[in-house]
């Protein structure tokens, strides 16, 4: 890696909450599964709220991803451009 990744992690991370406690959602929208699995499993690993959307989620855990985002839970979603 060459870092280009934290482009977006980072400001995701420093984003200060609003004056309902919610931090945001930042968007990630990528053609590759592979990287955004690795994405996510990175950032889990480190106590981030980070999942991904793409054709090949299971309903329930679409619905759960939705639910995340509605409560504010989520921090970072990764979406394929065909979601």
């Known amino acids: 890696g060459a ?29 590759l599964l592979s990287l955004m699995k690795d994405q996510v499993e990175s950032l889990r690993k480190k106590s981030v709220a980070a999942a991904a959307l793409t054709t090949n989620t299971e309903y329930e855990e679409a619905r759960k991803i939705m639910r995340d985002m509605q409560t504010g839970e989520l921090r970072l979603l990764y979406v394929s451009p065909e979601r």
Not at 5 to 29: E, M, N, W, Y
């Open 3 to 31: 870092g280009k990744s934290i482009c977006f992690q980072l400001p995701a991370l420093c984003h200060k909450p609003d004056k309902s406690g919610r931090k945001g959602l930042t968007v990630v929208v990528s053609p």
